[in-house]
């Protein structure tokens, strides 16, 4: 068994045919909140199956089940696999060989053991729709039955246990009467439970039908067989009616009416015949009403199992020749090894779960006589072993994969089976500290893959510009004045919150774009009016026919895939759009984490084509709380933006950029330079610091039960020795002390005893120099950083805290510190709450008042004290200053060039060390000037000069934008190799480095000056171009090589004026208006900077200080360690309604494919392509988008690493 979602309680059965019968063993286990399921059931179900006389590794189908709990609770009883009843009931079973062409009869458990995701709402019975709490009375009355159950799945297992009659004439007339007998005016008699004896007919009575049938039946079942069986069986109902017919009172049937004998014999025969498995499923499925993903088997039939899905996807791997089939309800389930070398199943089969589809794997069991009597003499649904027809079910489809296990070659099967790229490893020990090691080489992953021109994703990316341009444009012209939406992005959790991260940094840079970023939940329950439609207060509903007029493009986002909200949101706007117009539904685009999902199959089959799809490289991660999955798909959102705005800049866009194309160049270095930010954090000096920290606080977590151990272990050896302390001390050593002296002794071992576990925390408080006087009990985790940043980090943390024990627990708690820290918390702060505060880098001028207010709302949490403690606070960033209201501060490597903003202020810093201190004047002329001496300095350099050595924004520092080209104009010529060694030479930067200062000491200012000002120049030294930290420029500024200094609760003290943040506000303040103007134009590059890159490494340090913190409080003393990779809910893919589900009402119209399933909206974007074309500029569009510099660091030693994993395990390269 696979476990990779649910696991709250968990089943297997097994069928084994023995020389005798058939035997079922079924074992159900509810789950301890610590156990695995899979080894649980494993171990328990080998057991069983010995105790029973079978070999657990003999059975001809395994039925699998993990429960994810959504209609009843946790019990045994309520557990898959589900049988219907207490008791299992033996008939006797007609078998037909059809090789011999015989019939043989046997009695042989005719039951069925049954496995349902998803969630059974009610189900037609006589034209009326009845709820599944109803169903339960009717079953237990025809089936003779008292069976008491809450789940809805055990219900569908009484369904099947009354259809499913095949070869039994006793479960054929009970059936019989069930479709033929019951009139509309009885049902609710029997469903209400009013008169059951007289609606339903009682077991004896049936048995005598059996008998009738089964006498009738030795005298004709010769000749049903071969090409004269549909004439014996007329010759066969007419002598059942005459059976019937002439001893009424016989069969009990004395007030039945001619009709109701003929409609009885016809539905029993009929049962007889045809009711199988695939039969009654395919039955159930037309008339049911919820969401399925179904697996049955039967006594029977128990060679073959029977698989389907409706609105809940259900796949099957298969490999020729290896005797096995697996099934899961999730893709991923059946991409496991399954071989000792770790290969697994090449291929797979994903059935329709949109309009339904089901499929029988196994063994026919004698079904080709059924199916040449169902469909036509030569007409069998099995033309051969494993060649499957499709079976109309009344919208969806019927597959048969008979004899599949014994096929050899794929070319022997049809039907839409796929190749199995990469099988899921299966990795031992800390899998959280995998993933997080892997964020490196998947991001770089990332970057490479977007940087190829003319690969898939840049193809999908093209697409979705115009299409958005196309949406832009219509909205533009708007004679109403009515400004349409252009971009919906929707998804569920973290999804949802790096879905509204891109879309409010889309926003920005193209600040007329209205855009909408909804819930998957939301979209799915208030889209369409229906009279099921779920109301969300306080959402302001976007509704269909808003859509319908407005045709905006539509992202959907889900790292899985197949997420239950997300997946059926896609089919419903698909379908909405393409009422509206056809070419509309393919403005709807998909970002999922592996290639193949089931929203990519909605979108190819809806018409959307692959070129609508795009993933992140995370692929499948089997750990629960997400680490790499989001950090995989930041990074590709991070791509598809600046894709966008490259081609935004290239092209006469309809709307007007707050970025330029030099911004875009310097933020594609920016996100470069941030992989060597990453791998520092991850295994580097600031890992390794932010590892120290984790382990800290998880001592603050560990302190109580740590405080418990030692007091029992002191208990135990001072009552079991009789030797208290005190005791030791006053009474022991004296021969006779008197009564007063050990009337002290024990009162002062008895409060010892009571106050020993506070003493001994402040023992270890000390002895591990933490805060001693902090309040005792569960510790309060408050995580402050930006919306996507905290959310995430709340659900990363409770995650890996969710299996603790009850004394090793932590309060979780994520806010937006800027926002609603102050106003939600405050009034929660005790002494000993955690709070992780990151914090922007406020030396970036636009960032400074946002980290200054940040700080400010941390203070007033820190003076919120009792008895001289307060809050601890941890501070992240990359900011240099540590304030003294944090216990501790970790300076994230800066390996960016500085911008604009930064670089004028060091200059200014410099001019001030050697000129003293300047007046108002002086500081506008020096200011005005330096900003002058920088612009004209790269002027004079020209193209030479490296763009690593220029702050971003330089372009601004000019009066006219367009006069500095010089370290820009190239970059669409250059190849990644002349690219690589002109922006990242060492030794060449050295050279420039040397150029640049002999060029600037030898400038010479021309200034109007006052006789102090002469003075003051003539020891100045001008430095003012300083643009890098780090590595890349060469050389470290001031402020990198400062030793962390700790700033005063006021803020306004430092130990250099180049650490201060009051400093620089201070700097800013007095820039004149004209010079502040040219700093205000860098203000959206700098956003990008914390949104995209600055918040997103502090969130991945995060990541590896809270994942410190987990794994040291996983392991306590004296008990066993938990889990930190999974929580008892195991929701690490949502594939079931959570809550919101799907009606068949809210699906909207129905869709077909077009004839060009590759594009629906190609003219849309030819004609795009035409207009924007008119603004295109010299530069090719796919040269400008520089390569990856991240991408360049990848050797031929770890490409392997990336690369393509083929079937037999061989790592293979995959150089696309």
Known sequence: MTEIRGGQSIGLASLHSTSSKVRCIRTRCVVPKRSTGSSLITTTHSNRCKVSGVKPNDGRAYLGHLRFATSSRNLKVECHPHEWGGKREWYKVYNYDATTLTWSSNRMWHGVVLTHNGDFDGIRLYSDLVPQSSLLHYLNHVLHT??????????????????NAKGSWFKSARKGWAIGVVKHENRREALDGGKAASTSPPVRTVRVWEEGFDEVWERHCEKIVGRGARD??????????????????????????????KAFISSTITAFLTSDLMSSMSTFLRLSTGSFGLAVSSGVEHDSVCIAAMGQPMSISWEPGCGAVLYGSEVNAVKVPVRRDGRGLRFKYDLDDNVGEAVRVGSDNGNSFWESLCFGEGNSAIDGAGVPVKVDIGGGSIMMFDNLCNVQSLDEVVGGWGKIDDVAKVHEGDIVGKDISDIPKVIKEVARDWSKPGNKVREVADDFFYLLADSIRRHNVDKEGHRGIDLLVTGIESSLWLGEQFAADLAMVLPGLRVECVSSNKLLGALEEVPRMVHFCGYNRIRGDELRRDRPVILCISQSGQTFATLHCTRQLLSLLSSCQPDSRGNLFILTGDKESKMKDAVVEGGGGERRC???????????????????????????LLMICQKASLTAFPMELSVGKEDIIDFRDILDDGMEGIKEIIGGEAGAKLKHQGIMWGKHVTESWRCMVLSGLYILATVISGYPL??????????????????????????????????????????ESRTIFARHGKRTLVLCDVPYVQK?????????????????????HGVEAHDDLVHRFTHRVARGVLIALGRPDGRVLSLMKTEQTIMLAAKQAAFVENMGVGPEIFTLGHNNVQSSIAVNHVCLKAVRRNFLSESLYEAALNAQSGM??????????????????????????????????????????????????????????????????????????????ALTAKVMNDYEYNLDQSPMMAKKKSSYIPGVLTPTRGKRGGHETNSDKSEMNRDPLKGSKHATPSLSLDARYSFAMKLPQKIRRKLDRCQPIEHLFESRVASFERYIGFLVMFHSMASYASKPWLLPSWDISRSQSNLRVATTACPVSVEEDDYGEDFTIVSDPLDTSKHIINENKKQLAEGVQDIDADTFYPISTAMMTITEDNSEDIGEVDYVGNGKNNNG
């Open 146 to 163: 008292n069976f008491s159950v809450g789940s809805d799945s055990a219900k569908i297992a009484g369904w099947f246990d009354l259809m």
């Open 232 to 261: 014996a069986l007329k010759v066969f109902e007419e002598d059942v009616w005459t059976t019937f017919n002439s001893d009424r009172a016989r069969f009990n049937i004395r007030t039945w009416s001619d009709q109701d004998l």
């Open 792 to 812: 995430n980090l709340e659900n990363y943390v409770s995650k890996m805290f969710a299996l603790s024990y009850s004394f090793l627990g932590i309060e979780v």
């Open 726 to 767: 005190f005791y030791i001390i006053l009474v022991a050593p004296f021969d006779s002390p008197s009564d007063g002296v050990v009337y002290v002794a024990r009162v002062l071992d008895a409060l010892l005893y009571i106050f020993l576990p506070k003493l001994l925390s402040y023992y270890l408080r000390w002895w």
């Open 614 to 640: 795009m993933h992140n490289h995370s692929g499948v991660r089997l750990a629960e709380p997400s680490t790499v999955a989001v950090c995989a798909m930041h990074s590709t959102l991070s791509e598809f």
């Open 916 to 993: 003293g201190t300047f007046s108002t004047q002086e500081f506008e002329i020096i200011t005005t000037k330096l900003m002058e001496s920088m612009y004209e300095s790269a002027m004079k350099l020209g193209p030479a000069y490296p763009r690593s050595l220029c702050p971003i924004g330089i372009i601004y520092a000019g009066e006219e934008r367009g006069a500095l080209k010089s370290i820009y104009e190239n970059v669409g010529e250059l190849t990644p190799e002349e690219m690589r060694e002109r922006t990242h030479s060492d030794d060449h930067a050295e050279e420039i480095l």
